[in-house]
């Protein structure tokens, strides 16, 4: 498969707005993982979260492995803050169709990070439980260390933080590639 038979398989499962980029330029650091455990509610309730996620330094070494990736970009308003769930779910499974189609066009490493956590099930049934989407449950760029806003900023995209569920939310997705 070439970048544009790619291409075409990202815009017919609804990933039209993409960039392929080095997977240097992908940015990772220790105080990601501290944001998601000192900020965020997931943080410890799901099997595709840290702390049930490798060390930064494993996920730092997992991404070197590979020297290609594609992000992708998701932007959407929303009144209902609590609508984003079902939105991201929807992406995400979008997502895993297209790792399933790179993987069998013959990039046997291809890999799906979702762009937030695992919410395939709607409710996880956390790090104790037997996960029922494990064939598709993929971790996010924030559960992996990586700093999603400077690998954006990396591949040429403007992000900031958003203050108000009113402002336009920007969400990102990567597909490693080898």
């Given at each position: 498969m070439n970048?544009?038979?790619?291409?075409?398989?990202?815009?017919?499962?609804?990933c039209?707005?993409?960039?392929?980029?080095?997977?240097?330029?992908?940015?990772?650091?220790q105080?990601?993982?501290?944001?998601?455990r000192?900020?965020c509610?997931?943080?410890g309730?799901?099997?595709?979260?840290?702390?049930?996620?490798?060390?930064?330094?494993?996920?730092?070494?997992f991404?070197?492995?590979?020297?290609?990736?594609?992000?992708f970009?998701?932007s959407?308003s929303?009144?209902?803050?609590?609508a984003?769930?079902?939105?991201?779910?929807s992406?995400n499974?979008n997502?895993?169709?297209?790792?399933?189609?790179?993987?069998l066009?013959?990039?046997?490493?291809?890999?799906?990070?979702?762009i937030?956590?695992?919410?395939?099930?709607?409710?996880c049934?956390?790090?104790?439980?037997?996960?029922r989407?494990?064939?598709?449950a993929?971790p996010?760029?924030?559960?992996?260390?990586?700093?999603?806003?400077?690998?954006?900023?990396?591949?040429?995209?403007?992000?900031?933080?958003?203050k108000?569920y009113?402002?336009?939310m920007?969400?990102?997705?990567?597909?490693?590639i080898?």
């Amino acid at each position: 498969m070439n970048e544009k038979e790619m291409k075409a398989v990202f815009e017919e499962n609804g990933c039209g707005d993409f960039r392929f980029m080095d997977s240097a330029e992908m940015v990772t650091g220790q105080w990601v993982r501290m944001k998601c455990r000192f900020g965020c509610d997931e943080y410890g309730k799901g099997m595709m979260c840290p702390p049930n996620l490798p060390s930064v330094a494993d996920c730092r070494e997992f991404l070197g492995e590979y020297s290609r990736a594609v992000i992708f970009h998701f932007s959407i308003s929303l009144e209902d803050p609590e609508a984003r769930h079902e939105w991201s779910r929807s992406i995400n499974r979008n997502l895993l169709k297209i790792e399933r189609e790179v993987f069998l066009s013959g990039f046997y490493k291809a890999f799906m990070i979702f762009i937030d956590p695992c919410n395939l099930c709607g409710e996880c049934v956390g790090p104790h439980g037997e996960c029922r989407e494990i064939k598709g449950a993929r971790p996010s760029g924030e559960g992996l260390g990586m700093d999603v806003f400077a690998t954006a900023r990396n591949a040429g995209y403007e992000i900031d933080v958003v203050k108000d569920y009113a402002d336009a939310m920007n969400r990102f997705g990567f597909l490693l590639i080898e």
